[in-house]
């Protein structure tokens, strides 16, 4: 750059010198020849047009005048001595930028993001029992309030509280750590879901969820990202305990319950159970194509078995390798596969895993598909349990089941939505059917700052 300068000054040096010299026809001193030999009148009028052209660019028209041609030809070169230097000046200002200044950077402000939902229903239920113990009708169905305070650029604060008229709880409080210069994509610490949680359009929960990720679990999570659109997650957790859970947020009857993993925060704690959680995924995410997105997890995890789940699968006695004085295996291990695929307006979660502990073996799928339109969404959801032994009616934890639910969702306005879910369950009782179908029509409003 400084080279590239100093040419060009000296280049314009070099030529207002030489007009200088045609304009006064003297000899200039110093080493440099140069030819003085030069038709007097032709180099004047030549240089009073040059002179009357440059000063048109510089400053307008320029005027005749009737003054000698002597001091025609001194003002004229006063001129061009002018605006040469002016242009020297003007390519010294170009040339010579003066180096960006660094501006400090500008304080991050904390922010507090929150938003929430209330949920208004109507639930009928086929069964009469529930019908006559005044268990169907309307009710407020749940208000959940979630928050997120941006302490740090590159950490968050996020909790999720749910009121219940039955049981209101803590459904997540975590951390989240993120930063672009760290080896991984993010690390959160606090009570949070599990890994393999699969997303839902629906109100009405699929056996998968009950069963294996429906309630939170204290612990550690993290993700690192490779090759592009490949990553591998990772967690640490308390594990929580087997248990049983109803198969509807209202039970229809003692029968409606399921085997699951329970995950109370203030009683893993001091189990001595720890879980880990593995995995590798892909995620290809373009919303600017038609195929918006195809997400595939396969995962994995193991626990040790406790003494809370050991007196848990005594209640099926009945069954080999499930009564008190049985050791078995210690360890309580699960595998599944994760698929979620977006294509333009259509949107399906889908998983299909298998639990093992002791001699008793689940395997459970679940798949839901939707389409979202201008005001309509229309949603069919089919989930299942298998296990491999024979149902008992006497035990509800050995049954089969099948659920089907049909959603429709209608967008009355901006934050508020009319949602109707039917749920039809089939189950696997090895005796009487049992009937538990229900209708939920649910009035949701939503809210954000």
């Known amino acids: 750059m400084k080279a590239s300068v100093l040419s060009k000054i000296i280049l314009v040096n070099l030529i207002l010198f030489i007009l200088c010299f045609d304009v006064q026809g003297q000899e200039p001193s110093g080493d440099l020849e140069i030819n003085p030999v030069i038709d007097s009148e032709k180099t004047q009028s030549n240089l009073q047009k040059k002179s009357v052209s440059i000063v048109q660019n510089e400053s307008g028209p320029a005027t005749e005048t009737s003054k000698p041609k002597a001091e025609a030809t001194k003002t004229t070169s006063k001129t061009v001595k002018k605006v040469i230097k002016r242009k020297v000046k003007k390519i010294v200002k170009k040339t010579t930028k003066k180096p960006p200044t660094t501006t400090p950077k500008k304080r991050f402000k904390k922010e507090l993001d929150w938003e929430g939902t209330l949920k208004f229903a109507f639930r009928f239920a086929k069964n009469r029992e529930r019908r006559a113990e005044n268990k169907a009708g309307f009710e407020v169905s749940s208000l959940n309030l979630e928050a997120e305070y941006h302490l740090e650029r590159s950490l968050t604060l996020k909790a999720w509280y749910q009121i219940d008229p039955v049981e209101s709880e803590l459904r997540e409080a975590y951390a989240r750590y993120q930063d672009e210069d760290a080896f991984f994509d993010w690390i959160q610490m606090g009570f949070q879901r599990r890994l393999f949680h699969l997303s839902s359009e629906l109100e009405t929960d699929s056996l998968n969820k009950i069963a294996l990720y429906k309630l939170r679990d204290p612990g550690i999570q993290a993700r690192v990202s490779f090759l592009d659109r490949w990553y591998w997650p990772i967690a640490l957790s308390n594990g929580g305990q087997l248990d049983d859970q109803d198969i509807s947020p ?80 210690t360890s309580y291990a699960k595998v599944g596969v994760n698929v979620t695929v977006k294509y333009r307006k259509w949107e399906s979660y889908s998983q299909y895993a298998v639990a093992k502990v002791r001699d008793l073996e689940r395997q459970l ?10 005001t309509w969404k229309p949603v069919f959801a089919f989930s299942q349990q298998t296990l491999n032994i024979e149902p008992d009616f006497t035990a509800p934890l050995t049954w089969g089941r099948q659920r ?45 700052n």
């Open 250 to 329: 209202r039970r229809v009857t003692d029968q409606d319950v399921i085997l699951s993993d329970d995950f109370d925060p203030r009683q893993a704690v001091g189990s001595n159970s720890r879980e880990i959680i593995t995995g590798i995924g892909y995620n290809r995410h373009e919303p600017d194509f038609n195929f918006e997105q195809l997400h595939v997890l396969l995962f994995a995890s193991v626990r040790s078995i406790t003494d809370d789940d050991v007196e848990d699968l005594e209640t099926l006695s009945d069954i080999p390798g499930f009564t008190g004085t049985n050791t078995g295996t």
């Open 365 to 374: 799928f679940a798949s839901e598909i939707s389409y979202t339109g201008k």
């Open 404 to 448: 089907f639910t049909f959603g429709l969702h209608y967008k009355w306005l901006q934050h508020a939505d009319i949602a109707m879910e039917l749920t039809i369950n089939n189950e696997d009782t090895g005796g009487d059917t049992v009937n538990n179908d229900e209708l939920i029509v649910m009035w949701i409003y939503s809210f954000e």
